[in-house]
């Protein structure tokens, strides 16, 4: 059984910081892709960025040169540091685990408000 669970997130003035981590355990096939997604109310889920087990990155333009993901693969973690935060960063975050299956965390919200 894979779970992720998240932490981080909450409240934060407009370009401030914030970091999101997600660890994800269970039996785990060692190549996979992990990466945030969000998604802000009336909208769709939308990546926000993303890592594969070999380290290519993949980013959303609205976030490129703010938002950095990282992951550290001993412990099946990913992380994802968020500066320069904008009101319109303001969604619920979610992690996401892409194997042959895709899992979901439950999702943390960010608010980016003054």
């Known amino acids: 059984q894979v779970q992720l669970v998240e932490s981080g997130g909450g409240l934060v003035q407009p370009g401030g910081s914030l970091s999101l981590s997600c660890a994800a355990t269970?039996?785990?096939?060692?190549?996979?892709?992990m990466g945030w997604y969000r998604q802000a109310p009336g909208k769709e889920r939308e990546l926000v960025a993303s890592i594969s087990s070999g380290g290519s990155t993949n980013y959303a333009d609205s976030v490129k040169g703010r938002f950095t993901i990282s992951r550290d693969y001993a412990r099946n973690t990913v992380y994802l540091q968020m500066n320069s935060l904008k009101p319109e960063d303001t969604a619920v975050y979610y992690c996401k685990l892409q194997t042959a299956y895709t899992y979901w965390g439950q999702g943390t919200q960010v608010t980016v408000s003054s």
């Open positions: 269970g039996n785990i096939y060692r190549i996979n892709v």
